[in-house]
Nanobody
Framework: QVQLVESGGGLVQAGGSLRLSCAASGRTISNYAMGWFRQAPGKEREFVAAKNGSGVSTYYADSVKGRFTISRDNAKNTLYLQMNSLNPDDTAMYYC???????????????WGQGTQVTVSS
């Protein structure tokens, strides 16, 4: 079992930055592909970014490419999402996830955190 706890969300003005963290416990995240997803009010949860188990490969949604950066610190067993140039469309609950496969489908991820809210004001 892997337990995931997100933090770092909050309220930020458009153009600002936030860094989300996802602390894992139970097992080391180096054994898993890790991803970030988000869900805005009234919308389905969507893929944001993912990094494979070795950390070599990274995959971003087109909507965040060039603005968001996913990274992992295996020594701290923590996943991060650095978000720059935020805009109101980025407002959502952000979730981290861990799985054995690397991709954009939620079905590939077995373990999920409870989420952290990001609100971007215009």
């Amino acid at each position: 079992q892997v337990q995931l706890v997100e933090s770092g969300g909050g309220l930020v003005q458009a153009g600002g930055s936030l860094r989300l963290s996802c602390a894992a416990s139970g097992r080391t995240i180096s054994n898993y592909a890790m991803g970030w997803f988000r869900q805005a009010p009234g919308k389905e949860r969507e893929f944001v970014a993912a990094k494979n188990g070795s950390g070599v490969s990274t995959y971003y949604a087109d909507s965040v490419k060039g603005r968001f950066t996913i990274s992992r610190d295996n020594a701290k067993n923590t996943l991060y999402l650095q978000m720059n140039s935020l805009n109101p469309d980025d407002t959502a609950m952000y979730y981290c996830a861990a799985g054995n496969s690397y991709g954009r489908s939620q079905r590939e991820y077995r373990y999920w955190g409870q989420g952290t809210q990001v609100t971007v004001s215009s």
